[in-house]
């Protein structure tokens, strides 16, 4: 279905975070969020919306430089402009700029968005190899706390409903061990314990030794635990240890999942649409990574529920993603303040509600 661009809007949106439950990794805080919110329009006034989680730390991105490109450069590519699909808007993209995918990912969510709704359907609807799925469990990750912060939100996290904890791992001056133990000791061997490193270990040797000494506390699966421009040491840890390897850092594109399909470097693959830069490579790549026999779950960059409709729409509608088996990273909810949209993506005892309205199902609120 032909639609036309006349209007490319982006503006800065900065949203609360409980204080208690910043995310504290290798690579830093993530303890505010300044994103940018992007709104395409199209010539019978139908609006679709992404946003751009832009966190220095992780992908280089602002929401100032992301402003900036839009408005300079992004704008005039695409206004007046006839697409019969989204994905030609990312090809554009990809051609006019390199690297910034999040930003990439915020303008080809919302042109998912408004090619949905100009149909009147759900982006699930149109993409889908199963029915959706009602909802999808989410994993909390528990930032590199002390062992006392750590059990708390161990067990708040488990009081509200979710099974699954990602433990951010490999700060140094923190004993892991020591809180992994205090949470099997608080809540036993029922949560499913999993830990992410962000890229911490610095050479094969001290990933291998490090996830071995975390091994005692039946680790469901190990993420990102080398550089992230080093996907050979990954998959050399991923043959030493008896443990499914979970890469992140290490593959943003098609490309570099093809690299680390080709050495073997990992078991499954964290997928989400602001680091692949746009719904339409996470596409391509859950179905890619499937071929392959791998499965995949979603990662995630803080993103907002605006963020997050889009992410539950790729796990609750393909059979790449196992849902039941491997939780994903859709917390949202126990770590902002307040939703961003309407109507709120409901977090139901440690399942995130797939929103199955027009488009992604929700819009954005204005600050």
Known sequence: MSFQ???????????????????????????RSRYLIITLTDELENQGFGEAATVMIWSGEAAETGLWIVENRITPLLTGSH?????????????????????????????????????GKSVASLIGDREPVESVPTRFSIGAYSVEDTVRLAVESWEAGIRTLKIKTGVPGLDDVARLKAVRERLGEEP??????????????????????????NLALVEQPTPR??????????????????????????GELAEALDCDAMDLL?????????????????QTAQNAGKYCVIGSNMETDLGQAAMVCLAASLTAFPVEEYASDL?????????????????????????LGTGFGVEPLHD
């Open 192 to 217: 499913i314990l999993t830990i992410d490193a962000n890229g911490a270990y610095q050479t094969e040797d001290q990933a291998v030794a490090a996830i071995e000494a975390l091994l005692p506390f």
């Open 229 to 254: 421009d080093r996907i050979g040491m990954m998959a050399r840890v991923k043959q030493r240890v008896d443990v499914p390897i979970l890469a992140d850092e290490s593959i943003f594109t098609p």
């Open 331 to 355: 917390m949202t909810g126990m770590i902002y303040t307040a939703s961003s949209t309407s109507p709120v993506l409901e977090l139901n005892n440690g399942r995130l509600v797939t929103p």
């Open 83 to 119: 697409f019969d699909h989204p994905s030609e808007i990312l090809t554009i993209l990809d051609r006019a700029l390199q690297g910034n995918p999040f930003l990439k990912a915020s303008i080809d969510i919302a042109a998912w968005d408004l090619w949905a709704k100009r149909q």
């Open 5 to 31: 661009i006349t209007k490319v809007e982006a503006r800065i949106a900065n949203y609360s975070l409980h204080q208690d439950r910043v995310i504290i990794t290798s690579l830093g805080i993530h303890d």
């Open 270 to 286: 964290s997928l989400y649409p602001g680091k692949n830069g746009g719904f339409t490579n996470s596409l391509k790549m859950a």
